[in-house]
């Protein structure tokens, strides 16, 4: 089925979670209707030219022959297309040739994005991280040659962190960055998994790449960052040589096939350093996080992707005596349309945790108090990792469900429900494993201020749930919902009170905890948001019902998973299990 681009859900998403107010201060120009012209003119053009795109990628993906990377069929013309359209500045700084938009419209386009095809989001995708880093702490030579060029789209960006024996422990690094005696850097290694690392879509391409200077301390604070673009730049902006580095090959993979990954060669590369000598991991982490909410929003994308195909097949398919529906299409079984209610709901939760992630992130920056600034940015901490796992967990839930409404058929290559699954399976993998993601909610996130970022938020989620007790029709999600904010002040305070291992036992249940509470209480806020009589507007309703019974009355019990403890993990051994 074709791809239709979810504009209403998103800008009724980006209303309810405090966007117009942002707006209204920083952005006063920035009016409903434009807002809604932007979406409505990003999902055309994901419509028309990104979706028809998914299947061939995924059937003839990108190519590697003599040391060079060929982007899937008709790949690079929509990238020419999408730069050409303004797509890739949206919310860049107006200094160097961007938009100057919230980050949060950002997500909400390249939620359309990735929807219409995750392949190829994922290379303008790295990109905004790389200008994020730069613009933090770039040179001013790289500031003035290389960020306008990323901004605009011409050149694109990468993130080169992976090595063969240094995947998730990045104190393992050993890429080498010798000085050149001109101020520079020759880099050598090799790096691994390095997503859209080589292709023919843009003139050049940045790699930003971790590395260790000859007297870099061990471990992760012997780590610098490097500029090292595929060609080099002379001063006057212009492109120079190709540089010593080259693609050894590109992975074949489950999904994404459209997404070149490639492993990256640096042999002797030139390189500039960015920011502070070893402290590449510190400046790091600023495109990691950005790219963190982003891969978040790709689990909402996917899932909007499968969602819509098995609504659709299931009103196409007929299969035996449906309770209600006349002509037996497969919509009218009470299973089938509990699924695809709780996929919906599933989806609008994710994507108002990430939309709120991203205001959050705005606020941070442009709030005129500084306190509210403050605030903001230790929410967005907070709900980072959230953001990220729990949605890409609920990318693949909801993709792994459209396959099951599809039956035997979604086993199938030939209808495409497979591949929503395939592409979604990575998202909980790459940009730090939802594991890592949970280690970091427990162990740093909650910790950062004994607790209080996440009470407040507790206490804004308890507040929503007393307005939901008391609106006729949703009693019981309010109800639910002060259940699962209780389970989750329980599972906090435990948190709080247990260190190390056993606290780290918990931490993928408190996160799943945190993520479903916080994705009632946003359909909560949609529920009392939506005044409209059209069906469309009664149904947010009908969702956050849908969700209380079948998502937040397991609160309880998550909570008790959390508090379990350590010991029975601690105990078991490898001939115990099977080995």
Same mark, same amino acid.
């Given at each position: 089925m074709s791809f239709r681009a979810p504009t209403r859900d998103l800008a009724f998403a980006l209303k309810t979670v405090g966007h117009a107010a942002l707006v209204a201060e920083a952005f006063p120009e920035l009016d409903e209707d434009t807002i809604a012209a932007v979406l409505d003119a990003a999902g055309a053009f994901t419509e028309e030219k990104l979706a028809p795109l998914n299947r061939?990628?995924?059937?003839?993906?990108?190519?590697?022959?003599?040391?060079?990377?060929?982007?899937?069929?008709?790949? +690079?013309?929509?990238?020419?297309a999408f730069v050409a359209d303004g797509w890739n500045s949206l919310s860049s700084p107006q200094e160097y040739g961007g938009q100057g938009l919230t980050k949060a419209m950002e997500l909400a386009v390249f939620e359309m994005v990735h929807a219409a095809n995750m392949a190829f989001g994922l290379c303008p995708m790295l990109t905004q991280g790389?200008?994020?880093?730069?613009?933090?702490?770039?040179?001013?030579r790289q500031k003035r040659l290389?960020?306008?060029?990323?901004?605009?789209?011409?050149?694109t960006g990468t993130m080169n962190l992976t090595e063969p024996q240094a995947g998730s422990d990045l104190a393992a690094v050993a890429a080498r960055a010798e000085p050149d005696g001109e101020g520079g850097y020759r880099l050598t290694g090799q790096k691994i998994f390095i997503t859209w690392?080589?292709?023919?879509?843009?003139?050049?391409?940045?790699?930003?790449?971790? %590395?260790?200077?000859?007297?870099?301390?061990?471990?992760?604070?012997?780590?610098?960052?490097?500029?090292?673009?595929?060609?080099?730049?002379?001063?006057?902006?212009?492109?120079?040589?190709?540089?010593?580095?080259?693609?050894?090959?590109?992975?074949?993979?489950?999904?994404?096939?459209?997404?070149?990954?490639?492993?990256m060669l640096f042999e002797g590369a030139r390189a500039e350093l960015v920011g502070t000598a070893n402290e590449g991991l510190a400046h790091m982490f600023v495109m990691m996080n950005a790219a963190r909410l982003q891969v978040g929003v790709q689990g909402v994308a996917i899932a909007e992707r499968a969602y819509q195909q098995a609504l659709a097949y299931a009103q196409e398919r007929r299969q035996g005596r449906a309770a209600w529906a006349a002509d037996g299409a497969i919509w009218g079984h009470p299973d089938v349309r509990r699924s695809l209610m709780l996929m919906k709901a599933r989806i609008e939760a994710a994507r108002g945790i990430c939309l709120t992630t991203g205001v959050l992130s705005d606020l941070g920056r442009l709030a005129a108090d500084d306190s509210?600034?403050?605030?903001?940015?230790?929410?967005?901490?907070?709900?980072?990792?959230?953001?990220?796992?729990?949605?890409?967990?609920?990318? !693949?839930?909801?993709?792994?469900?459209?396959?099951?409404?599809?039956?035997?058929?979604?086993?199938?290559?030939?209808?495409?429900?497979?591949q929503h699954y395939r592409d979604a399976r990575i998202a909980p993998i790459y940009e730090g494993t939802n594991g890592i993601q949970a280690i970091d909610l427990i162990g740093r996130k909650l910790n950062m201020d004994g607790?209080?970022?996440?009470?407040?938020?507790?206490?804004?989620? %308890? +507040?929503?749930?007393?307005?939901?007790?008391?609106?006729?029709?949703?009693?019981? !999600?309010? +109800?639910?919902?002060?259940?699962?904010?209780?389970?989750?002040?329980?599972?906090t305070d435990w948190a709080l009170a247990h260190k190390g291992p056993e606290a780290l036992a918990g931490a993928t249940p408190y996160l799943k905890l945190a993520g479903d509470v916080a994705?009632?209480?946003?359909?909560?806020?949609? %529920?009392?948001? +939506?005044?409209?009589?059209?069906?469309?507007?009664?149904?947010?309703?009908?969702?956050a019902r849908v969700y209380a019974a079948q998502v937040l009355a397991q609160a309880p019990g998550l909570a008790e998973a959390v508090t379990a403890g350590a010991a029975d993990l601690e105990a078991a051994t490898p001939e115990a299990m099977g080995a």
């Open positions: 061939i990628g995924d059937q003839q993906g990108a190519t590697y022959a003599n040391g060079k990377v060929t982007a899937a069929p008709g790949f +690079a013309e929509a990238y020419q790389a200008i994020e880093a730069l613009h933090l702490h770039g040179t001013e290389v960020l306008p060029k990323l901004v605009s789209g011409e050149w690392g080589d292709h023919d879509a843009a003139e050049n391409i940045c790699h930003l790449v971790l %590395a260790r200077l000859p007297d870099a301390p061990p471990g992760v604070k012997g780590i610098s960052l490097f500029l090292a673009p595929k060609r080099l730049v002379n001063e006057d902006g212009s492109l120079g040589a190709a540089n010593d580095l080259r693609p050894g090959s590109i992975e074949h993979k489950l999904g994404i096939h459209a997404s070149p990954t490639c492993v509210v600034r403050a605030t903001a940015r230790a929410r967005q901490e907070l709900l980072t990792p959230i953001a990220k796992a729990w949605s890409t967990d609920v990318g !693949v839930e909801v993709a792994s469900m459209g396959v099951q409404i599809h039956g035997g058929m979604g086993f199938i290559e030939e209808t495409g429900a497979a607790g209080a970022t996440m009470d407040a938020l507790c206490a804004d989620m %308890a +507040a929503t749930a007393r307005t939901l007790s008391a609106t006729a029709g949703l009693e019981t !999600v309010g +109800a639910r919902l002060d259940a699962g904010v209780a389970a989750l002040e329980r599972a994705g009632g209480w946003i359909l909560g806020l949609q %529920a009392l948001a +939506a005044t409209g009589e059209d069906a469309w507007s009664r149904n947010k309703a009908a969702l």
